[in-house]
């Protein structure tokens, strides 16, 4: 089958395709034909190297977690009536502890194996990329939302907020009746997160940005910030919280995580998190968020935007521009016109 392959650590160009044997489903498993492959920030990060401490991957591995596709064939103990539904489902390495990934490889590929008991059905009717979409990027931005609850009338911020995660929080908290300003970079992305629902739009690139964000909240700062900028923006982002508001660090796109002082930020009353403060979900719980994100997607709560979609064999352009800020929402490898 066709795939892509992260040969040594290192840049983009380190993604080769190449033809490996197709995996078969063992017990308990499917094989999925992949129609499209999810790609994300994470998947940069540890084709660069970074993250040994915490994934264990070692070249050559197939990147990539999350696909979208029909059922291939199933495994011993499996309904064989599953063979030929539309479903999308984590790959790789399972946490015995979870049940959920911990080690994302095996979706970059023409067929990828996950639990039967993971899939996720694509329902009647909805669109198969958006429903990728919500598996990681959608699934986070819930379990980010759940943790402080943008309420009606609160204002929020969100940096980074052209990115795919991003672009679905700022959708989850308009969706809330929170009123939403998007900080992200340049004209383009501020377009595409005043599409997204975003009231207000701020140029962190710009000086005095921080300014304009107190300035249309009176002064006093938001009530929510989520973060997805990290390094320095996103500790400036910090700082414009509202004295006893909620901060969420979960992105490290500056190249990595906001710092804060927890001694500051109980001081001012502010409720600090990080992705590791928030509780820990196991594959079932994980698949609850998805279904009730399938629930807001069809009321039309949410609807993630596919940005771009790059045949699979460029899965080093997607990962280049990724790297180089180009990308807006959701990234895709495409593997079928269905």
Same mark, same amino acid.
Do not use: C, N
């Given at each position: ?14 993604? %080769?395709?190449?033809?490996?044997? #197709?995996?078969?489903? @063992?017990? /308990? +498993?499917? *094989?999925?034909?992949?129609? &499209? !492959? ?102 986070? %931005?819930?379990?980010?939302?759940? #943790?402080?609850?943008? @309420?009606? /009338? +609160?204002? *929020?911020?969100?940096?980074? &907020? !052209? ?108 409720? #600090? ?66």
């Amino acid at each position: 089958m066709r795939a892509v392959r992260v040969e040594r650590f290192g840049g983009p160009e380190v993604l %080769a395709p190449v033809e490996v044997p #197709a995996p078969e489903a @063992g017990p /308990g +498993e499917a *094989v999925i034909g992949v129609e &499209a !492959a999810d790609v994300l920030f994470l998947d940069t990060q540890l084709r660069s190297g970074w993250g040994a401490d915490f994934f264990p991957l070692q070249p050559p591995y197939i990147p990539g977690s999350g696909v979208v596709g029909r059922v291939a064939a199933v495994g011993e103990g499996v309904d064989p009536s599953l063979v030929g539904s539309r479903v999308t489902a984590d790959t790789g390495e399972r946490s015995p502890e979870t049940g959920r990934t911990s080690a994302p490889q095996g979706g970059y590929a023409e067929f990828a194996t996950a639990p039967a008991e993971s899939l996720v059905a694509v329902p009647e009717g909805a669109d198969a990329d958006q429903v990728l979409a919500l598996l990681h990027d959608g699934l986070t %931005a819930q379990h980010i939302a759940d #943790a402080v609850v943008p @309420g009606r /009338g +609160e204002t *929020v911020l969100v940096t980074a &907020a !052209a990115g795919g995660l991003g672009s679905i929080l700022v959708q989850l908290a308009r969706a809330e009746g929170a009123h939403v300003i998007a900080a992200a970079r340049g004209g383009r992305k501020l377009a595409w997160a005043k599409e997204q629902g975003a009231g207000h739009t701020v140029d962190y690139s710009e000086d005095g940005w921080t300014d304009r964000v107190l300035e249309l909240t009176g002064g006093a700062g938001p009530d929510v910030v989520l973060d997805g900028a990290g390094a320095a923006l996103g500790t400036a982002a910090f700082g414009l919280t509202k004295d006893g508001g909620r901060f969420v660090g979960y992105g490290a796109s500056g190249g990595d995580f906001a710092l804060i002082d927890p001694e500051r930020a109980e001081e001012r009353g502010i409720r #600090a998190l990080s992705l590791l403060d928030l509780p820990e979900l196991d594959d079932a719980s994980g698949r609850r968020i998805v279904h009730r994100l399938l629930d807001k997607l069809r009321r039309g709560d949410v609807a993630p935007k596919i940005g771009q979609a790059f045949p699979l064999e460029k899965a080093e352009e997607a990962h280049r521009a990724i790297a180089e800020r180009a990308t807006l929402g959701k990234t895709i490898l495409r593997l079928s016109s269905r």
